[in-house]
């Protein structure tokens, strides 16, 4: 009878720290994804990501190589309704921009996944980008040109 009791009572413990452990990551982080940047067929590993979120409180992000591709994941709370910008560097020796991708989150509990894909090339001296962005209700893209003087800025839901 004592062995049963002791059985279920850590079957039961067990079931709960699960539990407990799933609710954690859960909360925790609501907007993850990653970043995969290509300049001129070389890939292009980002180094540094920022998210402000609604432009005012800027949000810990925990980002780093991605160990199948060859791109930055990165997470982070998103644990309100509103818009996320997310800012990272590229600096190289042809080219320095700061790419900005704002995603407007609809609701808060929701998890979003956002894939975001930067394909910069050289036409003709100017350097442009081709974008892809990926969430969990679409994919948007836009081509950026002369970025060296013209921001890329993109919002997406």
């Known amino acids: ?31 993850r994804g990653d970043i995969s940047v290509t300049i001129s067929g ?19 992000v925990t980002y780093g190589k991605a160990v199948t591709d060859s791109c930055v994941a990165f997470k982070n709370s998103g644990m309100k ?34 894939d975001i894909d930067i394909n910069i090339y050289e036409d003709n001296g100017v350097w442009n980008a081709d974008v892809s962005v990926e969430t969990n209700l679409t994919t948007y893209q836009q081509t950026f040109s002369n970025i060296e003087h013209k921001a890329i800025e993109m919002r997406v839901e």
Do not use: Q
């Open 42 to 60: 070389e890939e292009y590993l980002v180094e540094r990501i920022e998210c402000t979120y609604e432009e005012t409180k800027i949000e810990k």
């Open 1 to 31: 009878m004592k062995k049963k009791t002791i059985i279920m009572i850590g079957s039961i413990g067990i079931v709960v720290l699960a539990g407990i452990i799933v609710l954690i990551n859960f909360l925790m982080y609501r907007l």
């Open 81 to 114: 309704y509103g818009m996320y910008e997310y800012t990272f560097w590229i600096n190289t020796e042809e080219i320095n921009i700061t790419p900005k991708i704002r995603v407007f989150k609809t609701n808060w509990h929701k998890m979003y996944d956002v």
